[in-house]
């Protein structure tokens, strides 16, 4: 019998898709799947993605979340169960999370993760270095691991029937001790979609001549449902902002469609992006290195195509819709 | 207050990076090494924090002796003094165990580290090195303030920002957006090369995973690539449709 927790990342309420994408995981992996949530929240989403039990820590410290106490809580409830794997979305909290609950857990942490598999009734995870330029496969050599999964790697999927997840609550042992770091407040980037929570990216790139015509990104981007991203090249001249800024020292996404726009692919930008599912680039010079890692490409000017885009994915919508 | 920036010494983003042909082991040969680039924001967040506040900087690196070319750019940018954790074959939770033990050695205050190292790209050294230590951590930090010994950040999440506060000691992580790192000049550059270079007698911890198999991916992808005709154009959304079914 092997048990693999999952901690479930909520925001605003809402469990977030990379939590349900360890679900999925954890399900090929064990024969019970416990959800670990701080708080109480809603069960019958944990149901159809088949838990077998949820474990609600509470405790009025944890009210205001402190990644300090939040790992010391989860490690408490870890450290009386037989869980041999616990799971994390590689999320910005999952992140920060998961590697403090693994030293107090003396357990192996592995980050980033894009596959698991098992091998002699034992995890292994396959993991991304060197900016994805290298794989390796990484045994955990402690009897508990934490792995972090990289979000859109794994795929959320529902059971064909729900489960009827056993519910019980967890006080932890705190005190003031444990929340000596805590968030005051989340300040949401005026509604726009951000490209770390986006199935489709448009992005673009010096190629865009300025920054009056990244209307025609944006655009894009909003017939196509998706987040509008951006080169090091044009964040650096103060054309967008940081938090759009794909590649080494920006983020690292794998969309299901990336969609490059002006940009030649330098290799810090490939580094953020090349995990993505779907690689497409418009660009008018043919040589770009974009090119070699696209799917898709059309060699040409981006003012003439982007519009063009535009309206055929508009027709094909309403061809959709009607 | 001592402030400890820890630096890594990574191959260049550019680098040729191979595996052997049995898969067992990464070919580094001939690669280039350079400052980790989230490292050089790390450096002026503790250079920044000492000019508000006094103190010392104390930049480390856990590495090999070639890794000394890192610390006396950290020297040239203006840091009071570097030293060496001699290793080459820890797993990050060893790296982690070497800064939190010279940290404390050292008594600091505030431990200051890149977002995530170019190699291994883990985004796990604040968090560890806070854990070790006891110490409470933010990662990601993209504005720090202090006052006496209360701390105000801001750390970037997808879609926003959280704001925090936190006590010292305190473990951060930088990230691009915190500042602009200061190019040092070349007298400072001249003075940094016969600086001395503590060497810190490496403390070792059984490791708590290994890398058992490399393997370079390979590429899959369509390559379709095609001209801006309309034609082409109608083509392209098709393949984005009906292909690759994302649209």
């Known amino acids: 019998m092997s048990t693999v927790a999952v901690f479930i990342e909520r925001r605003g309420g809402v469990i977030k898709r990379a939590a349900l994408e360890a679900v999925t995981a954890a399900r090929s992996l064990a024969d019970t799947v416990i959800a670990l949530e701080i708080g109480r929240g809603e069960l019958d989403v944990l149901a159809s993605y088949g838990v077998h039990e949820v474990v609600s820590i509470e405790h009025p410290l944890l009210e205001r979340y402190s990644s300090q106490a939040a790992a010391e809580a989860i490690a408490q409830w870890i450290q009386q169960r037989p869980v041999e794997a616990l799971l994390f979305g590689a999320t910005a909290m999952g992140k920060e999370l998961a590697p403090r609950v693994a030293v107090l857990l003396d357990a192996a942490y592995l980050p980033d993760c894009i596959a698991l598999s098992k091998s002699d009734g034992h995890i292994q995870a396959t993991r991304p270095l060197y900016a994805g330029k290298v794989r390796a496969t990484v045994q955990p050599l402690t009897s508990r691991t934490v792995f972090s999964l990289r979000p859109n790697m794994f795929t959320a999927r529902m059971c064909d029937e729900a489960t009827n997840p056993v519910q019980s609550t967890f006080t932890p042992t705190l005190d003031q001790n444990h929340c000596r770091v805590v968030v005051t407040d989340i300040v949401r980037n005026d509604g726009k979609l951000d490209v770390l929570e986006a199935d489709i990216i448009v992005s673009g790139g010096r190629g865009m001549k300025g920054p009056e015509h ?109 | 207050m001592t402030i400890l920036v820890c630096i890594s010494y990574v191959p260049d983003t550019a680098a040729k990076i191979g595996v052997t042909s049995d898969g067992t082991a990464l070919q ?14 790390a450096i002026e967040e503790a250079l920044l924090q000492r000019e508000r506040h006094g103190g010392r900087v104390v930049a480390l690196t856990v590495g090999p002796d070639a890794a000394k070319e890192i610390l006396r750019t950290a020297l040239a940018m203006g840091v009071d003094s570097a030293a060496i954790v ?28 890149g977002r995530q190292s170019i190699d291994h790209d883990s985004f796990q050294m604040a968090s560890t090195v806070g854990a070790l230590l006891g110490f409470p951590s933010i990662s990601v930090v993209s504005k720090l303030e202090i006052s006496g010994d209360r701390v105000y950040a801001e750390r970037d999440i997808e879609g926003g920002k959280e704001l925090l506060e936190a006590t010292l000691p305190l473990v951060v992580s930088v990230q691009k957006g915190i500042n602009n790192p200061r190019y040092p000049k070349l007298p400072e550059i001249m003075k940094a090369k016969s600086k001395p270079i503590e060497t810190v007698e490496p403390i070792t911890v059984p490791p708590r995973a290994t890398m058992v198999r490399f393997e370079v991916p390979q590429l899959k992808r369509a390559n379709k690539i095609l001209g801006d005709s309309d034609a082409d154009i109608a083509e392209f959304i098709r393949l984005l449709h009906e292909e690759a079914k994302v649209l």
Not at chain 1, 243 to 268: D, F, H, M, R
């Open chain 2, 86 to 113: 001699p290793a080459t074959t820890f797993d990050s939770f060893g790296v982690a165990s070497n800064i939190a033990a010279y940290a404390k050695a050292i008594d600091a205050s505030l431990i200051i580290v």
């Open chain 2, 28 to 41: 580094l040969e001939g690669v280039k090494y350079i400052l980790n680039p989230y490292d050089e924001f």
């Open chain 1, 214 to 322: 990244f209307v025609l990104i944006e655009e894009l981007a909003s017939v196509l449902g998706g987040a509008v991203g951006a080169s090091r090249a044009v964040v650096d001249a103060g054309w967008r902002p940081h938090s759009e800024q794909v590649g080494q020292t920006g983020k690292t996404v794998s969309p299901n469609l990336y969609l490059a726009c002006g940009i030649s692919g330098a290799v810090q930008h490939l580094a953020g992006m090349s995990s993505s599912k779907v690689i497409a680039a418009i660009n008018k010079d043919k040589d770009v290195p974009i090119f070699k890692v696209a799917d898709y490409g059309i060699v040409g000017d981006v003012f003439e195509v982007i519009p063009k885009l535009i309206e055929h994915i508009r027709a094909l919508k309403q061809r959709g819709t009607s």
